[in-house]
């Protein structure tokens, strides 16, 4: 059975930082893209960063600079490092998996986590 889970995720001050952690089993992790999208109330879902099997990184151009992706295969955990946060970047953050190459779009991830809240305050 696969399963994501978010950690990591809470209220922080514009300028602030956060690093969001993703566990995930049931699969051949070092074989997985894993993506990190967000959804705000009343909008889509929508990508923010994604790493590939190869380590090759992919950012929205709304957090370039600011956001770093990561992983460790040995520990079956993917990160976001999100740094100046701003207002805007407040969502429900998700992780999400796929094999090997990293997309942008959500529909192409079969595998999701529940979601963790970031709140970034003015």
């Known amino acids: 059975q696969v399963q994501l889970v978010e950690s990591g995720g809470g209220l922080v001050q514009a300028g602030g930082s956060l690093r969001l952690s993703c566990a995930a089993s049931?699969?051949?992790?070092?074989?997985?893209?894993l993506g990190w999208f967000r959804q705000a109330p009343g909008k889509e879902r929508e990508f923010v960063a994604a790493i590939d099997f190869r380590r090759d990184m992919h950012y929205a151009d709304s957090v370039k600079g600011r956001f770093t992706i990561s992983r460790d295969n040995a520990k079956n955990t993917a990160n976001l490092q999100m740094s100046s946060l701003k207002p805007e970047d407040t969502a429900v953050y998700y992780c999400?998996?796929?094999?090997?190459?990293?997309?942008?779009?959500?529909?192409?991830?079969?595998?999701w986590g529940q979601g963790t809240q970031v709140t970034v305050s003015s």
């Open positions: 999400a998996a796929r094999s090997w190459t990293a997309r942008t779009s959500p529909n192409e991830y079969p595998y």
């Open positions: 049931g699969r051949t992790f070092s074989s997985d893209a």
